[in-house]
């Protein structure tokens, strides 16, 4: 059953999480994270308004085959995709971490013109993402039925499920599993389990192993703005948290390992020098050359895309892939 919706409503999870708080949760996330000998930040901090309008660039890339590959597979392919989703009647349509939800619009507008009984619910921690969305999608798509949140994923799915029951169809595009490793993975895929029932659907985007030197390109583009990208979370906790990072003493520094198909970032000091963060209290060290792993981007075969299914009941129904196999997005059901 359709619930009654105005054409577009925003729910923002992130009070009282966000401003005194949030900020806070970031000091002592920065706090842990640079007081470990091998220093880290979360690359969940790299969307402020500056990092998702980086984003949006890097996506343009011509190195960046990720969105280009996923782009493909939604334009060539989803007749087929709107069609799985909706066969089996209403549902909520929850884009987990929608961005600017480029590919997701293709999907939109196919189902808005299968005349498919469903809602959209784009979830982003990121504020930003979501006002952009709010002010896009009614113009653009005027009869789409939409119930954007601003939270975290796991605060998102039990809102909806406390407050928009019905079956779920999850979206998790781009390559967003791939910066869990397999622990976090793991307990990604158990927790969206549990919000999930039989019949339930999940469409995964995953960035499959390749020639290791198309993959080390896209996250080291020749016109910087990956480091740009990268750099920014140091510009982040300046501006945020009263940090005295110079930022130019650190370079963007990306290495792909092919044993484990992980891409990981970091962030060089290139000389010795100490940094201090108001909001953390605390002035950190960095020796000459040390590191700060700033992100890993797992890739994936599809042996181990039915493995991730396996072990939490989910099967796959479909794989979508674009032509080059580069990319897979993949259609689980919940058995
Ligand atoms: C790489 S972008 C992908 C955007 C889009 N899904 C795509 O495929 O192009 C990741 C998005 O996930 C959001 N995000 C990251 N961590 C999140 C979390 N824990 N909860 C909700 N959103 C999150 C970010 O703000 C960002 O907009």
Known sequence: MRNNLTTLQITDLSTPESGTGAKA???????????QEAKKLSSRYFYDGEGSRLFQKIMHLPEYYLTRSEHEVFTTQQ??????????????????????????????KQLLQQNADFDYVPV???????????????????????????GDYFNALDWLDEHKPGRKVLLFLGSNIGNFNPDE???FMQKVRKHMQP???????MDLCKEPET??????????????????????INRELGGDFIVDQFKHFPIYDPQHGVMKSFLISQQDQQVTIKAT????????????????SYKFTLELAETIGHENDFKIQQIFQ??????????YIVT
Do not use: C
């Open 79 to 108: 007749q087929t995709i709107a069609q799985k989703l909706a066969a089996q009647g209403y549902f909520h349509l929850i884009d987990l971490g929608a961005g600017d939800a480029t590919k997701t619009r293709i999907l939109l």
């Open 281 to 296: 209290g605390q002035t950190f060290h960095f020796k000459a050359w040390e590191a700060i792993h700033t992100e890993s």
């Open 215 to 236: 993959i080390l390109r896209a996250y080291n583009d020749a016109a910087g703005v990956t480091a740009a990208f990268n750099l920014n979370l140091l510009h982040r």
């Open 185 to 187: 993975r793991q307990e």
């Open 25 to 35: 949760q970031f000091a002592e996330d920065v706090k842990n994270g640079l007081g």
């Open 124 to 150: 982003d921690i990121s504020g930003d993402a979501i006002t952009e969305l709010y002010q896009e999608l009614p113009t653009e798509l005027p009869s789409l039925q939409t119930q954007a949140v601003v």
């Open 322 to 331: 674009d032509k080059n196999h580069y990319f897979a997005d993949v259609l």
């Open 199 to 205: 019949g339930d659907m999940l469409l995964k985007g």
